[in-house]
């Protein structure tokens, strides 16, 4: 994180990740230190974005960018005996201080096959991973940046995506690096990044919202449905049929789901130290694995910022209709 | 300021002039502040999907955000009920039942937080075969002169943190929100009504009379007014529910359901509002006359008269 009294980022810190050299990933490729010395700047900006820039005395140094390539641990059909919860009948440990809800069937015993139980579970393992590759690739980036001398990243723009049928996801981070003239270096040394640019970064700076980084945390439930879950999920209720009991709220689904968005939002928000989060984005990814068995992935990103000076209101904009 | 808090702390009518901020030296304010490192915070960050702009325009407007709040809920629907004649009614209270769930926790959640209510609510709806999906995200507000909690204490329909028991759930942008306080209303819920209607099959004799006729199909279009209808009306009456005086931004899906041939849905929603000036105030937009006209490119032989050019 770009200032030195950020708390820990979820995961290792980013130099335990080891590139395809097998070396750590402390220094940069030759061939990008070449290019970055370089007596020419370059920048992702828009040219409106570009003037901006210059217009709030920030110095584009460079066209900035971190990759990291994951492979994620096995967790699909068949890994749930491996990372579920001991059943609530023989007793067991969660993961600690992990979201986890159990629930019993009312029916008692009725088949071996029946879902005598069902849990909904967070998966730390999976946000790790992301949050690893996520943190490593950001990291890289800043470390480009720093190299350089930049203060901070603007018009940051990132994406993840898999490597087609090769069970990987990559991270990619891009970003213009910039000195704020006559301005001081951030604390630590690590430069400070935002999503914005442009006319919108000039905004925000004079309304007093300073960038601190861009923050993003994914959380990761799974749902294994019980008996009722499965009898609602698939037509439970039989219309028709003399024994009508008509649309129910389906609990353990409808909860699994809310977890996931809960759980980002606690994720980002250890991430913020006091600070705000604004335009903020939420994603969610569902993925049926067998019949009753579902993960939820849950994107939450954003903009940290620190306010550093009393709110001092913009003026009251005019109403406007255009004439065309 | 109303007693729902339209315009706290801003004089939403008047047009002062900002002073002229010098952005270079607020930069430089900005990084000197990010030079040392901030002292350690237990406080709870605010999070919000609000655009700098909308942020910008809801503190300019006397409010603030407090939390991306979310609202999600899955309703099962009984198998076999797509087939069957007339009105779906199952699948209508599912769906309605689903909003209802839905904005339900939402509401909860923006209590949780001590919001007066939820703007910018993105309204996601998902019809599957046995089950309808509901997700509702937005940002929870409340006025900047509750920020201490004092302000509206102990009024009537508020908590002692002076937050209303029943926040508002609005899906207008904060734009469209500060709109509407300058105009002297506020939204006051989610207005939402959904309607499934089963279109009866033609006779096999009528299907065959039919088969080479530019003719329209009765049986559709009627199952198509029934459906608006009954959503409209649905729509009205839960309005009228939380209060609301009229519904703005109506959005409507309408069309067959994928997966259930004749089977026709109608959806509406839209944001319930409420006078809460004494009279609706005209907002007096000017007008403005763009100069950047859009017939910038041309053809370069058509400067040349027609004479010229066939010469």
């Known amino acids: 994180m770009p200032v030195g009294d950020e708390p820990a980022r979820d995961g290792p810190p980013p130099d335990a990740v080891t590139s395809a050299a097998g070396g750590p990933q402390g220094d940069l490729p030759e061939a990008a230190v070449r290019r970055l010395e370089a007596d020419s700047f370059s920048s992702g900006l828009s040219v409106p974005d570009f003037a901006a820039c210059l217009d709030l005395g920030l110095q584009p140094v460079a066209l900035v960018q971190g990759f990291c390539v994951m492979q994620w641990g096995w967790y699909g059909p068949g890994s749930g005996a491996t990372m579920r919860g001991m059943s609530p009948y023989i007793g067991g440990q969660q993961t600690p201080g992990a979201y986890s809800e159990t629930y019993r069937c009312p029916h008692g015993y009725i088949s071996a096959e029946h879902r005598s139980w069902g849990q909904n579970l967070e998966q730390p393992w999976v946000q790790d991973a992301w949050a690893q590759g996520y943190g490593a690739a950001y990291d890289r980036m800043l470390e480009e940046a720093g190299t350089l001398g930049a203060h901070g990243v603007i018009g940051v723009a990132d994406r993840v995506s898999n490597v087609s049928d090769t069970g990987t996801t990559e991270f990619h981070f891009l970003g213009t690096a910039v000195t704020v003239e006559g301005g001081p270096p951030p604390a630590g040394g690590t430069p400070w990044s935002t999503y914005l640019a442009g006319q919108r970064l000039t905004k925000s700076i004079e309304a007093g919202f300073m960038p601190v980084a861009v923050v993003a945390a994914l959380a990761s439930v799974r749902m294994w449905a019980y008996c009722m879950t499965e009898y609602y999920m698939e037509g439970g209720g039989m219309a028709g049929w003399g024994n009508r009991t008509g649309p129910a709220l389906v609990d353990q689904v409808s909860k699994a789901h809310m977890a996931s968005r809960q759980l980002a939002r606690k994720h980002v928000r250890q991430k913020l130290a006091g600070d705000e989060l604004h335009g903020a984005t939420i994603g969610v990814v569902t993925r049926k694995l067998s019949s009753g068995d579902e993960v939820i992935n849950c994107t939450l990103r954003g903009n940290r910022v620190r306010r550093f000076k009393d709110f001092d209101p913009v003026e009251l904009p005019t109403p406007t209709v255009r004439l065309s | ?311």
């Open chain 2, 1 to 311: 300021m109303s007693a729902n808090g339209a315009g706290a702390g801003t004089d939403l009518g008047g047009h002062g002039s900002a002073p002229i901020r010098d952005v270079r030296a607020e930069m430089l304010r900005g990084a000197q502040s990010l030079a040392t490192p901030a002292p350690p915070s237990r406080a709870r960050g605010i999070t919000s999907d609000l655009s700098v702009d909308e942020a910008l325009l809801l503190h300019t407007a006397g409010w603030e955000p407090l939390d991306l709040v979310c609202g999600v809920a899955v309703v099962s629907v009984p198998l076999g009920i797509w087939n069957w004649g007339g009105a779906i009614a199952m699948a209508s209270d599912a769906h309605n039942a689903a909003v209802d769930q839905a904005a339900r926790v939402l509401r909860g959640e923006c209590s949780k937080v001590h919001g007066h209510g939820v703007v910018g609510v993105r309204v996601e709806v998902s019809v599957h075969t046995h089950h309808i999906d509901v997700e509702l995200v937005g940002t929870a507000v409340r006025p900047m002169s509750h920020k201490n909690g004092a302000a509206g204490a102990g009024a009537a329909g508020a908590g002692a943190d002076g937050a209303p028991d029943l926040p508002f759930v609005s899906d207008l942008s904060a734009r469209d929100f500060t709109l509407l306080l300058r105009a002297g209303w506020m939204p006051v819920g989610l207005a939402f009504g959904a309607c499934f209607v089963y279109s009866p099959r033609r006779t096999a004799g009528t299907a065959i009379r039919q088969k080479s006729q530019n003719v329209e199909l009765t049986n559709y279009t009627e199952a198509m007014y029934s459906a608006r209808e009954s959503a409209m009306e649905k729509m009205q009456r839960s309005a009228l529910d939380v209060g609301g005086e009229g519904v703005v931004e109506v959005k409507v899906t309408e069309g067959p359901v994928s997966f259930a041939r004749h089977a026709i849905g109608f959806t509406a929603w839209g944001t319930a509002v409420k006078l809460v000036a004494e009279a609706h105030c005209f907002v007096q937009p000017q007008m403005v006359l763009p100069l950047d006209d859009a017939v910038v490119t041309f053809e370069a032989e058509s400067l040349r008269s027609a004479a010229q050019r066939r010469g």
